[in-house]
């Protein structure tokens, strides 16, 4: 059974860094790219940054691009998200998120349960 | 980047009913393009892939059509576990990946 247990949330001030871990059991982690997605509660969906399972490439948007960074060790099954210098709007629920292949050109098909992350 | 539009924002519904959704792209991502589905308290479920493609376990009653820009989800004869929010997303144009603001079905 595919499996991704996101931890590492809590209540931070703003500037301040945190770094979530995701955890990935039930299938062969390497092959698959992995997303962090994001939720203000009651809002929509947002994508933060992801790592392709082949060769490890990662990718932001600008809203995050220079302040989180996306790793991930293949040898634990688990990936990481670095967030520095955060920021009230980065106040949300964050899942991640496994893609359906290994490059990221797919859709998201399993999804860990979130870890709410607070800047206040 | 690619902007998705879902229409309308909340559709009330019947039970039995049959619905559908609309999601538009500011611009073609051909037919990659997904729909999920999330219910209160819970982490979005992924329905459909490639457009029209329904992921494993999704019921018959969900169907997904379009390309380019163009996309819908329709349910045939609505149950209550499908009063949930749905949202679209392209996987074609990325980074960044984007989804549209979501379509509410709630019960009539």
């Known amino acids: 059974e595919v499996q991704l247990l996101e931890s590492g949330g809590g209540l931070v001030q703003p500037g301040g860094s945190l770094r979530l871990s995701c955890a990935a059991s039930?299938?062969?982690?390497?092959?698959?790219?992995i997303q962090w997605v994001r939720q203000v509660p009651g809002k929509g969906l947002e994508w933060v940054t992801g790592s392709s399972g082949i060769g490890g490439a990662t990718y932001y948007p600008d809203s995050v691009k220079g302040r989180f960074t996306i790793s991930r060790d293949n040898s634990k099954n688990v990936v990481y998200l670095q967030m520095n210098s955060l920021r009230a709007e980065d106040t949300a629920l964050y899942y991640c998120v496994r893609n359906r292949g290994p490059w990221g050109h797919d859709a998201f098909d399993f999804w860990g349960l979130g870890t709410m992350v607070t800047v206040s | 980047e690619v902007l998705m539009t879902q229409s309308p924002a909340t559709l009330s519904v019947s039970p039995g009913e049959r619905v559908t959704l609309s999601c538009r792209a500011s611009q073609s991502v051909t037919r990659n393009l997904a729909w999920y589905q999330q219910k209160p308290g819970q982490a979005p479920r992924l329905l459909i892939y490639?457009?029209?493609t329904r992921a494993t376990g999704i019921p018959a009653r969900f169907s997904g059509s379009g390309s380019g820009t163009e996309f819908t989800l329709s349910i045939s004869s609505l149950q209550s576990e499908d009063f949930a929010i749905y949202y679209c997303?392209?996987?074609?144009?990325?980074?960044?990946?984007?989804f549209g603001q979501g379509t509410k079905l709630e019960i009539k």
């Open positions: 997303q392209q996987y074609n144009n990325w980074p960044p990946y984007t």
């Open positions: 490639d457009a029209s």
């Open positions: 039930g299938f062969t982690f390497s092959s698959y790219a």
